[in-house]
């Protein structure tokens, strides 16, 4: 059962334009999610996280979408840097749970000079 | 600053061995760490969750002695593979949450790669 879901394994975008990564999610009580990014050979590095209090949360080129009641959240990068090509992962968790982590399966972000 | 360190990236091993990965909170302390495993073109799964000083909470269907978890320092948890088979070749990667850090935040390793002969 894949709580956590992200549709689009791959996503190409030119550089300069905006990357929408999306995200959904089934489980009702998680009230936590973050995006994290993974490049070859390391481990995913958080990139940016927002709360269920909140619909949006901005750093930088960054920008995290919430929608509580389509269970659904969106990262948005603009403009695209070729730097940003990754693979980008969506994670969600809940209060109580000791901060364990529940992970989609992950983008694959190409951008395209 | 939360730099986490896993060693070894790659082992490969015959069937029967017994395999050690450490994984290393380097510049914080980690009361909390994470195991994960990942099989190719899916997500990351939680295995256990390793707390500094007691037993290891482990995942539904992860067999604790199949998979031995100790986090006797607050910077350091390892996860041995024991009588390691084929089935348990894998991409494995440790993850920490800082101590007093941001809720969720987790830091995570490089991952190692598990081949099994």
């Known amino acids: 059962d894949q709580q956590v879901k992200q549709n689009s394994p791959s996503l190409s975008v030119q550089e300069g334009r905006i990357s929408i990564l999306n995200c959904d999610y089934t489980?009702?009580?998680?009230?936590?999610f973050l995006w994290y990014k993974k490049y070859p050979a390391e481990g995913p590095t958080f990139l940016i996280s927002?709360?269920?209090?909140?619909d949006k949360n901005e750093d930088g080129r960054f920008t995290v979408f919430l929608n509580k009641s389509a269970k659904h959240l969106s990262l948005h990068i603009v403009p695209s840097q070729p730097g940003d090509s990754a693979v980008y992962f969506c994670?969600?968790?809940?209060?109580?749970?000791?901060?364990?982590?529940?992970f989609g399966t992950g983008t694959r972000l190409q951008v395209t000079l | 600053g939360a730099v986490v360190s896993q060693h070894p990236s790659r082992v490969i091993c015959k069937s029967g061995t017994s395999v050690k990965i450490e994984c290393r909170s380097l510049?914080?302390?980690?009361?909390?760490m994470f195991w994960y495993r990942q099989f190719p073109k899916q997500s990351l799964m939680l295995m256990a969750t390793?707390?500094?000083?007691?037993?290891?909470?482990?995942e539904q269907g992860v067999e604790k002695d199949k998979f031995l978890i100790n986090h006797a320092s607050l910077t350091l948890s390892t996860l041995t593979v024991t009588s390691a088979h084929p089935e348990d070749s894998s991409f494995y990667i440790c993850?920490?949450?800082?101590?007093?850090?941001?809720?969720?935040?987790?830091?995570f390793g490089a991952g190692t790669r598990l081949s099994v002969l």
């Open positions: 489980n009702s009580m998680f009230d936590y």
């Open positions: 927002i709360s269920s209090i909140k």
């Open positions: 994670a969600a968790s809940e209060t109580g749970t000791a901060s364990k982590l529940t």
């Open positions: 510049d914080f302390q980690a009361t909390t």
């Open positions: 993850s920490a949450g800082r101590t007093g850090g941001v809720k969720n935040i987790q830091y």
């Open positions: 390793s707390n500094e000083g007691s037993k290891a909470t482990y």
